[in-house]
């Protein structure tokens, strides 16, 4: 299933993304997994040696553009093209903006803050060049969808970048 809404992103011309992000600096992905600890995120292991960190800006300008260009909207929610489907297809999109250099990534968490609860959901994070560490989530259950939300502590079980 998740192939065939990659498939998707691929099909688009280069043209029809945003211009790709400026890299202001980079990190490693040791770095990466340590700023994620203190929100409760558990990187398994990062996927790559280092990662190219944009502006929040940037990551902003490529968020709005998703919003109306993304190939599903909440309205598409099923049983079985939930939340982690969500994610999956924001996070092909963005690696294909960012030329894969970005930490845009995937976790499965829920929240530990009573005033700000929802159960366990699959949404994204993003780290821009100050090593601030942001939610986003295009079904707006964890962070509104088209901007980034600062990351707060969560019980997390899977996390991937």
């Given at each position: 299933m998740l192939l065939g809404f990659l498939r998707l992103f691929y099909r688009k011309r280069k043209s029809d993304y945003p211009s790709p992000p400026k890299i202001l600096s980079m990190i490693t992905g040791t770095r990466l997994k340590e700023l994620?600890?203190?929100?409760?995120?558990?990187?398994?292991?990062?996927?790559?040696v280092e990662y190219g960190l944009p502006s929040k800006d940037d990551y902003i300008r490529f968020l709005k553009w998703y919003k109306t260009h993304a190939p599903i909207k909440p309205s598409g929610y099923t049983q079985y093209f939930n939340c982690d489907a969500f994610a999956w297809v924001?996070?092909?999109?963005?690696?294909?903006w960012c030329k894969g250099m970005c930490p845009f990534g995937y976790l499965e968490a829920m929240?530990?803050?009573?005033?700000?609860?929802?159960?366990?959901?699959?949404?994204?994070?993003?780290?821009?060049?100050?090593?601030?560490?942001?939610?986003?989530?295009?079904?707006?259950?964890?962070?509104?969808?088209?901007?980034?939300?600062?990351?707060?502590?969560?019980?997390?079980?899977?996390?991937?970048?």
């Open positions: 994620l600890v203190p929100y409760g995120i558990k990187l398994r292991c990062p996927l790559d924001e996070i092909a999109y963005a690696l294909v929240s530990t803050d009573e005033n700000y609860a929802f159960g366990m959901h699959g949404f994204c994070f993003a780290v821009d060049w100050n090593e601030k560490v942001y939610f986003t989530d295009s079904l707006e259950v964890a962070a509104p969808d088209d901007e980034l939300y600062p990351a707060y502590e969560v019980y997390c079980q899977d996390a991937k970048a």
